[in-house]
């Protein structure tokens, strides 16, 4: 083997490593910046979604509504696509649902803690993206003992 084909296979070896090493690269979750977010209502009431929670504890669940005008500075991600996402991250007093609906620039969905939602898909067109969104949120009531705050924020892999 002539001293030039080993050349070539040890550098489509190292291309193929290279490849295969970049590829394999987990991407890095950012938190974006929503300090411009507004709630229409400081504090979610909470109440009941059955008249008269049985005692079997299937109809424990305490359900309340809210609305924000959601403002997520976007601007260092001019002009790229992105996937914007929820995440409601475990907390107290437990295991929690959020269900919302926008005025159309994020995506409507449903999320329990622990885990995030696809909210955005496209390009940023613009330094910030904005929309109105009503927020339902779920917990069983034999966890709460006194009101409580909930954690959401939005994140991108980039």
């Known amino acids: 083997m002539s001293r030039i084909t080993r050349g070539r296979r040890a550098f489509f070896l190292a291309l193929a490593f290279t490849i295969l090493w970049t590829s394999g690269a987990p991407a890095k979750t950012v938190v974006l910046d929503?300090?411009?977010?507004?709630?229409?209502?400081?504090?979610?009431?909470?109440?009941?979604?059955?008249?008269?929670?049985?005692?079997?504890?299937?109809?424990?669940l305490l359900v309340g509504t809210t609305t924000f005008r959601i403002r997520i500075n976007v601007a260092p991600w001019l002009r790229r696509n992105v996937?914007?996402?929820?995440?409601?991250?475990?907390?107290?007093p437990g295991p929690m649902t959020?269900?919302?609906?926008?005025?159309?620039?994020l995506l409507p969905g449903r999320l329990q803690s622990g885990n995030r939602a696809l909210v955005y898909s496209g390009p940023i067109t613009r330094p910030f993206l904005e929309d109105q969104v009503r927020f339902q949120f779920s917990v069983d009531g034999t966890l709460v003992a006194r009101p409580f705050p909930v954690n959401?924020?939005?994140?991108?892999d980039e």
């Open 34 to 60: 929503d300090t411009g977010t507004q709630a229409l209502a400081p504090a979610v009431a909470l109440r009941w979604k059955s008249l008269a929670p049985g005692r079997s504890g299937a109809d424990n």
């Open 152 to 156: 959401l924020q939005f994140e991108m």
């Open 98 to 105: 959020v269900s919302w609906v926008g005025q159309g620039q």
């Open 83 to 92: 996937r914007i996402y929820l995440a409601l991250p475990a907390q107290q």
